[in-house]
């Protein structure tokens, strides 16, 4: 497991957080005021053309110095909830369940298409949670003439049974040990042996699990720490401590009664696109809606003009029941938790304090030891954008982030609209106007009251794209749908009532849906002034040279290296032609009001095609940049070119890049984009 460097100065790093934020802060006003004075001189001339260029070069330093201002402010909410935060253990955790009622939990995985290994890992991940009311839904949107359909099914039923054979071991176990009661046999110390050798055979197993589990890449090494690894280490500290403690009758029926739910876990799936009067809409978010909805009622199927469809029924008559939950648990089917993520975030949600929090989560980290430089880089800004959300929390602006969060289902419940399809009445929780559902269903919930939470533990690992092709989707949809949202958002704050703290929140959350369409805005603008950002080197320099050495520095503190920051610097400009095209996406579905395909990142074995269109872009921008260093003689078009010819040689794979499988311009019809396209 990658180690982070904890941050073990914190009050330092503190320190450094106010220097650099007042010198940023004054490397803007200094430009501001630069600027001011070349604009009034433009409009004194009548250049009109160029006054518009210099606002450009405004707005472009503007949003760099917020960007910069944002991740400084987030870094210091993230220190600061460091600081503040103790760790609860474990046997405060188990103490309150064993003395309070679980709520009841169902974890949904929505799943389209996915590899059979894949869906094993997450399955496993979420059924083995150290939870004691919880059951495991995938929700399967595969068409039926997929291949893997059947397969999938039949994986979903054979690891529910594995599960079962287990649980019903531990029943038997607890059955024994109620007969020895009830007969009022019980030697204390013979229990205690009991008890010593039943969980030997259960770290006997969870070892056996971990010779049988096939690994095929880093990702499995994380999947088989998390949830087998580190229980046996647990559970052989357990074993340990029974060993030497003196055990009263009580504590061995609690020890009982946590052996009989370790295993009870039900395992099933869903598929909405059997039934006519679920929505049928190509997207992750009508698939989770699809399956809530239904949550709390009786169902039987029956047909009509038809098509097969499900009828609510009374309990007696029903032939699938959807028994409701108070905690909904949403899981990206290429993500993997540790084992208590459920039982910690549950306790929390639990605790007063959380009474008005809707969505609590655990930003999720990249996988470490990725194999390629492309993973490991992407990978990278996984990690700093968790530090990132992190500190959103501290100012309350919170967001969910989709790939791993507990929802309480009372907040859904408040948020629901519902609209006819085919005829139909569809109920609708998690927006699906835009393909980052997630986003726009926090300031849903943040306009009735709700709060969203980001719990300060690593309790979640998700896959980075390994390969530019798959890349190039995960981010084009990532740029897609601030745009769309934005209006919403806007509404949200400027409703009232007014304070500071909404102030706070407003900072970060306009930043995070418009930092990118407004930065290519400007970037266009500029083009029509002679100046750029070069012109002011002084006060560029206070805008940029911060930001980026307290990124370098974060990028250590995460276990990367300081150089890293320049192999970043290269990926972001090569994926500038790919945020370009998610704001183009946005900005076409607000035009003519057509709602953007969702295209799930694919998680395939081999390379995904790279359309020709970013291939196309990628080079031009590069000899743009070589041309311009050698007529204007310019360093930072030099330093430029320098990042993406570096960025295009160790990121990405040259021979995909120029001599592989290139798809027609605007082509997305591919084998690879068709797994993408639809539901997650």
């Known amino acids: ?178 007969e020895r009661l009830s007969h009022k046999n019980l030697n204390l110390e013979n229990e205690k042996k009991y008890l010593i050798q039943i969980y030997k055979e259960i770290v006997n197993w969870l070892d056996q699990q971990v010779l049988d589990y096939i690994r095929r890449d880093h990702t499995d090494d994380t999947f088989i720490e998390l949830t087998f690894t580190n229980r046996i280490s647990d559970l052989n ?39 006519n009067n679920f929505s049928h809409a190509s997207n992750k978010s009508m698939n989770l809606n699809s399956y809530i909805g239904a949550l709390g009622k009786n169902y039987k199927e029956t047909n009509l003009n038809g098509q097969k469809i499900l009828e609510e029924s009374s309990a007696d008559t029903a032939e699938y029941k959807f028994t409701d939950a108070d905690y909904i648990s949403v899981l990206d089917a290429d993500s993997v938790l540790t084992y208590d993520y459920a039982s910690r975030l549950i ?56 790939a791993n969060a507990l929802i309480r289902k009372k907040a859904l419940d408040d948020i629901v609209e519902h609209r006819m399809e085919k005829g139909y009445i569809i109920s609708r929780y998690v927006q699906d106007r835009t393909v980052i559902e997630d986003t726009e269903s926090s300031i849903d919930l943040a306009s009735k009251g709700w709060q969203l939470y980001n719990f300060p533990e690593r309790l979640s690992y998700s896959a980075t794209p390994p390969d530019f092709g798959a890349l190039v989707i995960q981010r084009k949809r990532w740029a897609n749908g601030g745009l769309i949202i934005f209006p919403k958002a806007l509404f949200y704050i400027i409703k009232g009532p007014f304070s500071y ?12 849906l418009v930092s990118i369409p407004a930065t290519f805005f400007s970037l266009a603008l500029m083009q029509l002034s002679p100046l750029s950002l070069q012109n002011f080197p002084l006060e560029g320099s206070l805008i940029t040279i911060p930001y980026l050495i307290i990124y370098s520095r974060d990028l250590n503190l995460f276990g990367y290296r300081y150089s890293d920051l320049f192999r970043i610097m290269s990926l972001n400009m090569i994926l500038l032609p790919v945020n370009l095209a998610g704001v183009f996406q946005s900005l076409k579905q607000i035009l003519f009001g057509k709602h953007t395909f969702f295209f799930r990142t694919p998680k395939i ?76």
């Open 347 to 402: 306790y929390e949600m639990e605790q007063a304090l959380f009474s008005n929090t809707a969505v609590i989560q655990t930003p999720y980290s990249a996988f470490p030891n990725a194999p390629g430089a492309l993973e490991q880089m992407a990978g990278a800004t996984t990690d700093i954008q968790y530090m990132i959300h992190q500190g959103f929390t501290y100012f309350k602006a919170t967001f969910w982030v989709g």
């Open 501 to 512: 703290q909404k102030l706070k929140e407003s900072f970060f959350r306009i930043h995070y």
């Open 237 to 275: 500290k357990k074993i340990k401590n029974l060993n030497t403690d003196q055990l009263e009758l009580e504590n061995i029926k609690n020890e009982y009664k946590t052996l009989e739910k370790l295993f009870q876990v039900e395992i099933s799936y869903f598929e909405r696109k059997q039934y």
């Open 605 to 680: 074995t081999g390379l995904t095609p790279i359309p020709l269109i970013y291939t196309f872009s990628i080079l031009c921008m590069l000899c743009l940049e070589v041309n311009a260093t050698i007529l204007n003689k310019s360093c930072g078009d030099g330093i430029m070119a320098l990042l993406l010819g570096y960025g295009i040689c160790t990121l990405l794979d040259l021979k995909t890049l120029l001599l592989g499988r290139f798809q027609k311009v605007f082509d997305l019809r591919s084998e690879s984009y068709a797994q993408a396209k639809d539901s997650v």
């Open 1 to 178: 497991m990658k180690k982070t460097n904890h941050l073990t100065n914190s009050k330092h790093e503190i320190m450094l957080n106010y220097v650099f934020t007042y010198l940023i802060l004054i490397g803007l006003i200094l430009l501001s005021s630069r600027i001011i004075k070349t604009g009034l001189s433009f409009i004194n001339q009548g250049q009109y053309l160029e006054l518009m260029g210099i606002i450009g070069v405004f707005l472009f330093s503007f949003f760099l110095a917020y960007g910069g201002l944002v991740h400084l402010f987030a870094r210091y909410g993230f220190l600061k909830r460091l600081l503040k935060h103790k760790h609860t253990s474990k046997k405060e955790v188990e103490r309150f369940y064993l003395n309070h009622r679980a709520p009841s939990l169902i974890i949904l995985l929505p799943s389209y298409k996915e590899e059979i290994p894949i869906i094993r890992q997450s399955l496993l991940s979420s059924a083995l949670q150290n939870y004691p009311n919880r059951r495991v839904v995938l929700l399967i949107d595969n068409p039926p003439n997929c291949s893997k359909l059947q397969e999938t099914r039949d994986l979903v039923v054979s690891l529910n049974n594995f599960l079962l054979i287990q649980h019903q071991k531990m029943k038997e176990f607890a059955k024994q040990f109620q």
